[in-house]
Nanobody, 122 residues
Framework: VQLQASGGGLVQAGGSLRISCAASGRTFSNFIMGWFRQAPGKEREFVAAIRWSGMTYYADSVKGRFTISRDNAKNTVYLQMNSLKPEDTAVYFC?????????????????WGQGTQVTVSS
């Protein structure tokens, strides 16, 4: 599976941004898709995940502000980010897993995209 993240950029605090992750190579609909982020000097952290069934998971820090969704026909997963804060600044990575029982942890994912930079100015 190849994952290509896009849509990052610079936005002011309080603004919105939608990032996308296009998958290719295998049957996308079977995979659990996740978004993680990593800020400079910090560990990679879980942001959101979505199962093939549509069940979603969110980190507490983004719950109510971010929405993960997927379009299986387009092999794409999205992360709509609203009410952005400077602390959301990070490189955002998408990931795919065929079978993880722990969508919130990175080690359960088999495939990773290259990341897209999101910068929120104060």
């Amino acid at each position: 599976v190849q994952l290509q993240a896009s849509g990052g950029g610079l936005v002011q605090a309080g603004g919105s941004l939608r990032i996308s992750c296009a998958a290719s190579g295998r049957t996308f609909s079977n995979f659990i898709m996740g978004w993680f982020r990593q800020a400079p000097g910090k560990e990679r952290e879980f942001v959101a995940a979505i199962r093939w069934s549509g069940m979603t998971y969110y980190a507490d820090s983004v719950k109510g502000r971010f929405t993960i969704s997927r379009d299986n026909a387009k092999n794409t997963v999205y992360l709509q980010m609203n009410s952005l804060k400077p602390e959301d600044t990070a490189v955002y990575f998408c990931a795919a897993s065929s079978s993880t029982s722990s969508p919130r942890v990175p080690f359960g994912y088999d495939y990773w995209g290259q990341g897209t930079q999101v910068t929120v100015s104060s």
